[in-house]
Each structure stands twice: as C-alpha cells, then as structure tokens.
C-alpha cells in the first residue's frame, strides 16, 4: 500500500476481495471481521508511510471496507433465504404428489367397493379381491393375501398371484378405531412407498368393520327372531295342531264312522301327527345355537390353504342358512373336500361354488389338480364312503367326477332337486 501510494491508492480494490469472498461464503460475522482486519492492515501501511490516520480518504476505505461486507452479506442472506424457501416449496410440491398419489389409490379402491356395494356383492371374499386387484395397479408384487379378522382370529379370503413365507412378506395391519381388523400381506417385486398402500387400505378397513357390523347386526336379530319364531310355534301353533289331532281322535271314537269317512279321518290324523312332530322339529332347530354360515365355513376351511397351498375361490350363493341339523353335515362334506384336495391333489386353484336356501341346495368344489380314475380307487380312499353317508343322513347325495390330469369336482346335493 505504501509502495502505491496510501489510501489514495487505486491499489486498495485489491483488499476488497477479501471481505466481499468473506461476506459471500461466509455471511456477516466474518464479512464484517475481514472488513476489520482489512482496515486495520490499511491503517498500519498508512502509519509506515507517515500518512494521516484520520484523513477522509482513510477514513472512506474504511467505511467501503464495512459497507462492502454489509452489503454482500445481504445479498447472501437473501440468496440463502430464497434457496431454502424454494427447498421447501420443492419438499411441499413432493410431499403434494405423493398425498395425491395415495389419495388416488384410495379413491380407486373406493370406487371398487362402490361397485361391489352397488352389485349388492359386499363381501369379506369380494373386498379382498378388489383391494388386491387394485394395489396391483399401484404397487409391482408377485403375490399378496388379505385376512379379515373375525373373534379375534385371522381368516384368509382373498389371495393373488404367487404368495410365499409370512417372513418373507411386507406385512400391513388395518385398524378402526385401534381394534386391528385385517392384514394384508405382499410378496413385491421391488421396493415401494409403503406409505401410499397404507392409504389405499383405509377404505379396506372401514368396509370390513362394516361388514362385522352388519353381520354382527344380522346374528343378533337372526337370534332375536329365532327366540320370537320358537316361543310361538311352541306357545300358540303346536298346542292348536294338538288340540286339533286329539279332536280327531274323539270324533273317531265317539261316532262309528263310515269306512270312508274314517279313512279320510285317519289320514287328516297322520297329518296333524307329522306336523307337531315338524313343529317340534322346528321349535328344536330354532332354540339350537346359531352355526357358521356355509359361505363363511367354507372361507375359513379355504385359510388353511396356506401359504404354499392353492387358490380358493368361494362363491356359494347363500340365500338362507340350512337349518343347523342340515348345515352340520354340509360344512363336514366340504371340510373333507377341501382338505383331500390341500393333501392330495396338488392343484393351483379351487373353486367352491353353488347355492344354499335352506332345506335345499348344491355345492361344487372343484380344483385343476392332477385327477384319477374314480372307478379304479376304493370308495374308502379319501373320505368318500364318510362324505356320502353324511349326505345320506339328510337325504342328499354326494358324486364325485375326476380324470386323470383333468382336476375333480366333488358335489354336494341335498333337498328337492
């Protein structure tokens, strides 16, 4: 400085570049300490050269110094302000996406259980298949299972594709109000935002609490009405029937009747004789406990397919329960279907189908396994002499219809055909 001429020096640009390299990277401290330091360097070239410290012109670089690092220093705030607020609107527009993104995975499965509610199909086994079909729109994976929980236990009734260990699995739990209702598990091809089937599953959940409550809703005034049915057909109905009979029985008596007036007395007497004893019958079935639904016996018999097992499908059209004498023996004849079928016949899928009003029905378990030849095995072999002689028990019949490499169908008919 002093070789160039003081303060006066053009010279003094070059202690600039410190303190605006200070104020741009480093903010205003240090803006403001080199700015310092700059000047106080200045001050002790300008006294080597005997020059006046407090002259305007050393008093102005001082002040340049100063200002230079305010300013830019500034200018660094703002830069750093405006970075952080677009970091921040980038996170926001992100964040925006990925909401929209589960909230139209959401809307979709929304729009199926609409569907499904709209087809008067809304079912354990239909909600479960929707919410699969729809995640694998959502989320590549090679296989997924949905269960539903019901008294506390799991019961399996939607599967896609090629499922594998519980271990192996992401594992989902949907919960109302902290009461886990369902699970779903998914075998995936490659990593996924867990966060987006976590938002799709909430329609999942709500529809299979609804679903609890509706049945929980239909037991009870099943059960209600079960109670009113059996108290009058014993209190009011049976008695008359009765007193009707024993009428009969004095008229018969009491007057030596035509040979065939007394025939047709007879007769009218056998007739009230087998309706009480249908009444009893009836009072009898109605005051028994409630069983299991045969749509839902044959879901819960479908989990125990497992992991390894195949695909079950149940569509049973259940427009009344059999009554439960009847309802006992059915579930038994499916049971044993299904599992010859898990053990033995090393199929890929099974299809439960067909139609259940009360007294009358028929249910066909079908499966793409490897068959046989029905005439060259003994009845025995596979529980089949068990599975008739319970058909038999209420007046059903059991046929069984396989080939070799060509699957078996097991059928179920009992009541007017």
């Given at each position: 400085v002093g070789l160039t001429g003081g303060v006066t020096s053009p010279y003094l640009l070059f202690l600039a570049a410190p303190v605006f390299f200070a104020s741009i990277f480093f903010g205003t401290r240090i803006g403001l300490e080199t700015a310092l330091l700059a000047a106080i360097g200045l001050a002790i070239?300008?006294?080597?050269?005997?020059?006046?410290?407090?002259?305007?012109?050393?008093?102005?670089?001082?002040?340049?110094?100063?200002?230079?690092?305010?300013?830019?220093?500034?200018a660094r705030r703002l830069l750093v302000e405006q970075r952080a607020l677009t970091e921040s609107l980038?996170?926001?527009?992100?964040?925006?996406?990925?909401?929209?993104e589960r909230l139209s995975a959401a809307h979709g499965l929304l729009e199926s259980l609409q569907g499904l509610a709209d087809t008067s199909d809304l079912n354990p086994v239909s909600v479960g298949e929707a919410a699969l079909r729809d995640l694998s729109l959502l989320v590549p994976f090679r296989g997924g299972r949905v269960t539903m929980h019901r008294d506390g236990e799991p019961m399996s009734v939607a599967r896609r594709g090629l499922v594998g260990t519980d271990d192996d699995a992401e594992h989902f739990a949907m919960s109302v109000g902290g009461v886990t209702v369902g699970e779903l598990y998914l075998w995936p091809d490659e990593p996924f935002d867990r966060e987006i089937v976590a938002e799709a599953l909430r329609p999942v959940a709500l529809a299979f609490e609804n679903i609890r409550l509706l049945q929980e809703i239909a037991h009870r005034a099943v059960?209600?009405?079960?109670?009113?049915?059996?108290?009058?057909?014993?209190?009011?109905?049976?008695?008359?029937?009765?007193?009707?009979?024993?009428?009969?029985?004095?008229?018969?008596?009491?007057?030596?009747?035509?040979?065939?007036?007394?025939?047709?007395?007879?007769?009218?007497?056998?007739?009230?004789?087998?309706?009480?004893?249908?009444?009893?019958a009836t009072v009898a079935d109605l005051r028994q406990e409630e069983s299991p639904s045969i749509v839902e016996h044959a879901t819960r018999i479908a989990g125990e397919a497992g992991a390894e097992g195949p695909s079950v499908m149940v569509d049973i059209d259940e427009r009344r329960p059999p009554r439960p004498a009847v309802s006992f023996q059915i579930q038994a004849i499916l049971t044993e279907a299904l599992r010859n079928v898990f053990d033995h016949a090393g199929a890929s899928t099974v299809a439960v189908a067909g139609v259940v009003d009360w007294d009358q029905g028929k249910i066909d378990v079908t499966d793409d396994g490897t068959g046989f030849d029905p005439s060259a095995v003994d009845?025995?072999?596979?529980?089949?002499?068990?599975?008739?002689?319970?058909?038999?028990?209420?007046?059903?019949?059991v046929s069984v219809a396989s080939t070799p490499g060509g699957g078996t169908t097991v059928s179920v008919q009992w009541g007017p055909t």
């Open positions: 070239a300008a006294s080597l050269d005997d020059q006046d410290l407090v002259s305007g012109e050393f008093l102005q670089a001082v002040a340049f110094y100063l200002l230079l690092a305010v300013t830019f220093a500034q980038r996170e926001a527009t992100a964040l925006t996406a990925r909401r929209m059960r209600e009405e079960r109670v009113r049915l059996a108290r009058e057909l014993h209190d009011d109905l049976g008695p008359s029937v009765a007193s009707l009979g024993l009428g009969i029985d004095m008229a018969i008596h009491q007057h030596e009747p035509t040979p065939r007036l007394a025939h047709h007395l007879e007769t009218l007497r056998s007739s009230a004789t087998r309706l009480v004893e249908d009444i009893r009845d025995g072999h596979f529980g089949i002499i068990g599975m008739r002689e319970r058909a038999a028990k209420i007046d059903g019949v």
